[in-house]
Structures are given as structure tokens and as C-alpha cells.
């Protein structure tokens, strides 16, 4: 079993900043990759950005490219999004997931957190 917390979440202006955290404890494992996903009302789960625990390379979605960066703190079992320039088609429930990588492909695992509600008004 893993457990994932995500924090940070809140209302910001376009073009604002925001930084999610998503704690992961339990089983976790340096064979894990890390995923963040977003769902915006009345639209699917669709991925965001993903990092691997161990090589800490990183996937991302196009449109989210050049504006948010994915970390990761193997000390504190903590992943991080850091969110830039950020627009009001952002607005949505940001989950994070624990899976696999490999290469550039992120397989989403059983595991996610709670979600937290990013906001962004025009």
C-alpha cells in the first residue's frame, strides 16, 4: 500500500504561481515514478507530468510544457509541481499518482491522493 497527500492547491490570478506537494508514504519504492494528473469539471483524468524517483527524468504534457515544472525530494518521499504562468483552462482537481516510467511513457499505477483544487481566474 502507498499513501499519497496532495497539498497546496487554491485560487490564484492568471498568470500566478502555484506549487503542489504530494507526499507519498507506505511501500514506497525507488522503482516507483511519480505522476500528476488533473481533472476539470465534466472532463476526464488527463496526465500532466510525471518524474522517476530514481533518474528523475521527467514527461510532460504539451500543454503544460515551459510553464510547469515536476521535482521531487527523495529525502522527504515528497513530489513537487511547480506551476508558472498559469491560465484559467488550469482550473481543475490535480491528483497525484504512483506508477511506472519508462523512457518517455508514464503507466499510471492503483495509487492516488485525495486531489486538491487549483482555480485559476481570468
Known amino acids: 500500500q502507498v499513501q499519497l497527500v496532495e497539498s497546496g492547491g487554491g485560487l490564484v490570478q492568471a498568470g500566478g504561481s502555484l506549487r503542489l506537494s504530494c507526499a507519498a508514504s507506505?511501500?514506497?519504492?525507488?522503482?516507483?515514478?511519480m505522476g500528476w494528473f488533473r481533472q476539470a469539471p465534466g472532463k476526464e483524468r488527463r496526465f500532466v507530468a510525471a518524474i522517476s524517483w530514481s533518474s528523475g527524468t521527467t514527461n510532460y504534457a504539451d500543454s503544460v510544457k515551459g510553464r510547469f515544472t515536476i521535482s521531487r525530494d527523495n529525502a522527504k518521499n515528497t513530489v513537487y509541481l511547480q506551476m508558472n504562468s498559469l491560465k484559467p483552462d488550469d482550473t481543475a482537481v490535480y491528483y497525484c499518482n504512483a506508477g511506472q516510467k519508462s523512457g518517455s511513457v508514464y503507466y499510471q499505477g492503483n495509487y492516488w491522493g485525495q486531489g486538491t483544487q487549483v482555480t485559476v481566474s481570468s
Open positions: 507506505g511501500r514506497t519504492s525507488s522503482n516507483y515514478a
